[in-house]
């Protein structure tokens, strides 16, 4: 038994040893360091499922049939999983859009309709219309007995007579899961370009300032050191609240379209990009005076070459945790500045214009206010989480063996 | 030393001139001047009163003169007035700043009582069950947006338990009979706006109190003073938390200017009447004058702030040397 024990620990401590000894590359040693952080593979997963809900959400919306826009005035602030019958106006135009699509098939489905006396309408082309305000069982009931070949069509009709919201309705009837699964397109979407584009603007600003030093370090630096210094909301609603259309240059890349969302990225970016770019030139500081550049020098690389072969791939990995940082951060400005009404204007759902128009109803439907605050402290806490993990696992002082 | 501090002085004089020069070009930007407002609001007004008006006001000259005229208006205090309150704006900024003091200095208090003795028993403790507890608030607070928050403590503590008023400065109409209850009628009102802005600071102060004691409690003078057989209070406290203080007081400093930015949110959360709000509803209003003076007063005072800050650190740690 006991010698059985040990034969079986002396293998495990050889498997041990071999698996030490063997070389590792600097990614499985950074990997393997990140798995010990629980807590941020767990925020790795968070943000792994918010991305797919969030590019999936076409298909949901053809899985539900519901959709983040169609509005329900009769039927505001439905508590959570709640059943509604859809307005006459939705039955009609999605009756409106069948008949014009099969203006034969529908004169059969008419006559046969009336024949077999399941509506009376009083013209006959008011047939349809009169199906449309049945209930929806009944309407499925109805197209069972009639043969056309359109049954598969009229029954997703009948279907959208009544729609289930799980997380029930807002302040226009409109379904809150569709809109909060657009509103993560939007405000991930957001957090994300701003991450990435601030961490392209502060790592070539504090490339050009660390390799050239002199004038155009100390330049660039109290630019800096400036933006930094400022507090930092009070400057984004004084710009936010502009009219950048009247600026020439920027009125052109600004179409009407996305307008709010683009111009929330540029003015996000422009004031964050501050910290990678101090990040990135201390680094490239202290790669200047190492002998591994001399030498590329000594080879006759260019500046392009030394900066963008030799010192990038020195600054990613402490530039990765700090965009990783930067999502977490955005994602709450973005909040933040359309909580404010000064940032993505609706009709387009973002967690924070969501959370501006449940402000004033927190007496009729306090779960409106709640939700979407939910999802930006579940996604930013990921982030940070995330970010945390990889400063751990690339951080060679925090290094265990 | 003197150098390092003129250098600062110069720095953030620069800055408040740069930056008051480029608010005052965003301003222009704003849809809708002072003329077209009133035109729409007059829609009768004829061409040549709207010239008439321009040149009036200055409209009609090019940015940097009338960024002169104003700022040499400022210099001689004349702020100007409100074009949505018709008072002078003088008379709004006096309050408003009153309040977001206040507001600021009381968060900033409440989240340092909290998030101090948290770090320094996560310190001592570390990867046990409280430092993994504390550890995940502290990122909870980091991460939550503030406005939510307020949002969730109004439905809790005003509209479902109400305990606490929602938003306001005081309870209006009430006349005080001595100053104790003015101030807890006014502490009443300031609870959860304070709580809301200090989440954020409570979070970000407890992981830098444990990371900064942690590093002061690994040096070599602890283990000579544990040696020593001194008690266990005097050493945490004598010789690592001092030691953990100085880079405290630089979290502390920066941390001015979040908490201001913090603020303006909360306060327009809350209808908390400070500098912030103040900003926020002249800007949505278009009463330019108010927005202008609110936002570089505000802003420069953050920026002195925090030049004292820099200033008082090199006299609390005298290894500090300035190049």
Redesign the interface.
Known sequence: MNTAQNTTQKAQQKAQIAKMEKAQTITQIVYSQFKEHK?AVIGAYVILIFVVVALSAPLIEKFTGLDAESQNVFNRYRPPMTRVKAGTDVRETSIQRFIDANPEEVLIIQNQLISQQLVKPIRPEDALYDWAQLDRTKAMDAIDLIDTSKKSELRAIANRFESFHILGTDELGRDVMMRLIYGTRVSMGVGILVALASALIGLLVGAVAGFYGGFIDTLLM?VT??LL???????L???A????Q??PFISRILTSGNESILKLVLILCLFSWMSVARLVRGSILSLREREFILASKTLGATDYTLITRHMFPNVIAPMLVSVTLGV?ESI?FE??LS???LGIQPPTPSWGNM?FN??EL??QA?FL??L??LL??FV??S???LG?GLQDAIDPKAMRR | MLTFILRRIV?TLV?IV??SYV?FG??T???GDPVELMISANPRISAEDVTRLREFYGLDQPLIKRYYTWISDISKGELGYSRTYRIPVTEMMGPALTATFILSITSLLFSLIIAIPLGIVCALKPNSKVDYIAN?FS??G????S???G??L??IFA?NLRWLPAGGYQTTGLAYENIFQELMDKAKYLILPMVSLSVQSIGRFSRFTRSAMLEAMRNDYIRTARAKGLSNRVVIFQHGFRNALIPLITIIAISF??I???A??TE??FAYPGV?RL??SS??GNDFNV?MVA?VV??SA??IM?LVSDILYGVVDPRISYK
Do not use: E, H
Request: charged share 5%; glycine share 6%; hydrophobic share 65%.
């Open positions: 807590a109290r050191d400036a210094s400022l507090p930092l909301m009070p400057v609603i004084v710009v609240a502009d009219d950048l009247k600026i977490g709450l909040a933040a909580f404010l009404g959370l449940a402000q927190i007496y306090p206010a709640i979407p605050g930006i402290l930013t806490i982030f940070n989480y945390d | 720095q800055v740069i930056l608010c965003l301003m930007l704003m849809p995940l990122f909870a980091i991460s939550v947006p406005f939510w928050l949002i969730v109004i439905i509209v200017s979040s201001f930015s913090g303006l949110i327009t959360l912030g900003i926020y800007i949505i927005a936002f505000s802003v953050v920026l925090s």
